[in-house]
């Protein structure tokens, strides 16, 4: 079991011990978000399935993330940590950073499918064919274990940051939140 979260274990000691050192006032924006690679990839594509896809996610989604990691609105030990390291005016140009970088290419094409009961009121804020815009992040090409467990989260009121979709998760049965997140990340 524990070899499973091997990679998981030792990219979060990887981004612990970069967030460990000393920041140098010097450091340019672009250089504090390098450590970000240890966990959602040199080139975009996340190391482990539950750690979402940032290359190319909506700006005001990513900057909304980073302050509710800074606040302790949104829990995650790794994240807080990190976001805790960016002043307040970094948090924009962070976000600016990934947003402007292109969403990782698919190496195969998923199989299409039909789409589920219910899904037609997540399109209202992540868009049709979920690609995101003000206020909600794109969803499409998120990957399976990431979508079914922030769903889960919000449905068991674990994440609060966006009390539309406790309720709206909440709503859904665990089965319902599993056919949504099939479909979404085959997208």
């Known amino acids: 079991m524990i070899n499973n979260h091997l990679p998981t274990i030792f990219g979060t000691l990887v981004v612990l ?12 924006i672009e250089a504090k978000l390098q450590v970000c690679g240890s966990c959602h990839g040199e080139n975009g594509q996340p190391i482990d399935a539950t750690i979402p896809i940032i290359w190319g ?3 005001y989604f990513l900057v909304k993330q980073l302050h509710d990691y ?20 970094e948090l924009r ?14 190496s195969t094409p998923a199989a299409a499918a039909s789409p589920p009961n ?32 922030a769903m889960r989260s919000f449905a068991e009121g674990e994440r609060t ?20 997140a099939r479909y979404i990340s085959g997208l």
């Open 17 to 28: 011990a970069a967030l460990a050192a000393p920041a140098n006032a010097a450091e340019g």
């Open 118 to 149: 219910g899904i037609a009121v997540c399109q209202i804020c992540h868009q049709p064919n979920f690609v995101g815009g003000l206020p909600a992040p794109r969803l499409a090409g998120q990957s399976y274990e990431y979508l079914v467990e």
């Open 161 to 180: 940051n966006n009390a539309d979709m406790v309720k709206i998760t909440e709503q859904l049965s665990p089965a319902e939140r599993e056919a949504i």
């Open 57 to 59: 996610q909506t700006e």
């Open 70 to 89: 800074k606040s302790g609105d949104r829990e995650n030990l790794v994240m807080a940590s990190f976001a805790k390291r960016l002043t307040q005016a």
């Open 93 to 106: 140009p962070a976000a600016a950073y990934f947003a402007s970088k292109s969403w990782p290419a698919r």
